[in-house]
């Protein structure tokens, strides 16, 4: 499903109105005939009464909609308006004229003591305030009313967006209305889906309200969810050479968890051969763990990490292999930190680049911008925050177009790590994964991502689609895993060993988990 910003919703309303003649009129009362349906079906119209608190733009116009509505089928209704009605426009002074006609039950709130005093006589809460316009903190009497709603304990609906928050970046503008449902218009909005904002949705509804599909296919928007696609099988004839050959350069003395998971999980995800080049104190060690693994022991620093001297026999050693994984565990030893960006520099093959392999990147990215092979960067917001230059609230502030600034700038394919990952592509595309849980938040949990993107290489030979289910097939493992184990205490290694069960789910559900949008969003 496409994502859009703000912006792109607001040319979306203009197309509807001048290319294909739909009034605006009728684009808010679709949005409130949606809002009401969702109501109608959550809630008792006959028992409840709904309390409906306005601001003084569009989005009040849909809540006086939702009123209408739900006046009109008898329902107890009281609107509140926390603005002059005077600075209703168009089509919401329309609907506030036709709410007053109807003698709905209306009155104009000052401050949040009148609007606590109302409270206490309604069942339903529904949040028609700010919308998806809000580009500045909350403050006044809008916070202390917003605390209210929070404090009330009362079911809330939001109109499109919980009121506070960003519609671009999903950021708390200061104070946010936590919502039990919100019905979105048109499209989803990068506020509902980003985090913060996707937790205060509560569930998550879409309407598209009348849109021409050619509006919301739009081609010139950019971002959409991480959607499954159907994997091919594996035939019967396969061998291990058939499923991937790829070179891990990773690992050093006291890091042996990351070269671990991530050549590991590369089998797991059903990947052919995997190779290890590590230093060759430690090649023993880690073979204990995993025997499967195909050692290639180098010559190591001092200090237990890769040496520089071994650059020519990885570049000739990795002819034969379809990708090169270079990171995890390799550390920041400045000889070793020099080895990676001259092997990244100089191999033709396709390249993924994690862990400590990100921080040689960052000192000196040129050595990735010229690459003619794919190039495939996972940081962490912390990551990306070196390799940009910038301040991780910058990142945090506003993900989406960081990573497409950082795309284009490092000429990469880019996962920018965390709760919904982003995957970004050079051309401007960005796609949000859904699959995940907190719980993944855990050491060695990136590591067992480069291995099943690697995994997914091997068996699509296809750089961004093979990083977009990667990261989704790496969620579906966390979440297989915390079915069974819960969130807390989940380790890097319960989600490697569920990435068996993980692909086998995929396989046999993908279609299913892209038409439900895995469980996140729904369609009206």
């Known amino acids: 499903m496409k994502i859009v910003s703000v912006e792109q919703m607001r040319q979306m309303d203009q197309t509807a109105i001048s290319e294909f003649g739909i009034p605006d009129q009728l684009l808010m009362e679709n949005a409130g005939l949606a809002s009401y349906e969702k109501i109608r079906d959550r809630f008792d119209l006959q028992k409840d009464k709904f309390l409906i608190v306005c601001g003084g733009g569009n989005n009040g116009g849909d809540g006086l909609v939702v009123a209408r509505k739900l006046f009109s089928n008898e329902a107890k209704v009281q609107v509140v308006l926390l603005s002059n009605p005077s600075k209703f426009k168009g089509s919401a002074h329309l609907n506030y004229q036709i709410a ?9 709130i000052e401050n949040a003591q009148d609007f606590e005093t109302l409270l206490p006589a309604f069942d339903v809460i529904v949040d028609a305030i700010f919308g998806t316009g809000l580009d500045r903190e909350v403050g006044g009497k809008y916070r202390d009313i917003i605390q209210a709603i929070n404090r009330s304990g009362k079911p809330v609906v939001s109109i499109d967006i919980p009121s506070g928050i960003n519609g671009n970046t999903g950021q708390v503008m200061g104070i946010a209305v936590k919502a039990d449902m919100t019905i979105t218009f048109g499209l989803p909005k990068l506020g509902n889906l980003l985090l913060p904002g996707f937790e205060y949705n509560g569930q998550l509804f879409v309407t598209h309200i ?53 050549a590991h999980a590369f089998l797991k995800a059903g990947g052919g051969l995997s190779y290890l080049a590590t230093p060759r104190q430690i090649a023993s060690t880690i073979a204990m763990q995993g025997p499967e693994i195909i050692f290639q022991p180098l010559q190591a620093t001092e200090s237990g990490s890769i040496a520089h001297e071994n650059l020519d026999f990885l570049l000739e050693f990795s002819e034969d292999m379809e990708m090169v994984i270079v990171g995890p565990g390799a550390s920041l030893q400045a000889e070793t930190q020099q080895l990676i960006r001259d092997l990244l520099e100089k191999s033709p093959k396709p390249v993924l ?11 000196d990215p040129a050595c990735i911008k010229f690459r003619q092979a794919p190039t495939i960067l996972t940081p962490h917001p912390g990551e990306m925050a070196r390799l940009l230059n910038i301040s991780i609230g910058e990142v945090q502030k506003n993900r989406v177009e960081v990573l497409r600034r950082a795309c284009k700038e490092l000429n990469a394919i880019i996962v920018l790590k965390g709760a919904h990952s982003l995957i970004g592509h050079p051309d401007g595309r960005v796609y949000m994964n859904l699959s995940g ?57 319960d989600i490697l060993q569920h990435l068996p069960e ?17 469980g996140k969003i729904s369609l009206v």
């Open 100 to 108: 007053q006609q109807m003698k709905i039950p209306t009155q104009s």
């Open 210 to 262: 009348s849109f021409a599909p050619k509006i919301f296919n739009n081609p010139e928007v950019q971002t959409q969810t991480n959607d499954p696609v159907e994997l091919p099988e594996r035939p019967t004839d396969a061998h291990k050479g058939f499923c991937g050959k790829v070179l891990f350069v990773a690992g050093a003395a006291n890091y042996l968890g990351a070269p671990y998971f991530a």
């Open 353 to 363: 680049v994690d862990g400590d392999g990100l921080t040689a990147v960052a000192k």
């Open 437 to 493: 849980n907190p719980g993944m938040a855990t050491a060695g949990s990136g590591d067992v991502l480069t291995g099943t993107i690697a995994a997914m290489y091997a068996l699509l030979k296809d750089p961004l689609l093979a990083t977009r289910i990667g990261v989704f097939l790496h969620g579906l493992a966390g979440d297989l895993a915390a079915q069974k184990m819960g969130m807390d205490g989940l380790l890097a290694g």
């Open 502 to 518: 993980a692909l086998q789910h995929y396989r046999r559900h993908w279609r299913e988990m892209k038409n439900q949008n895995y």
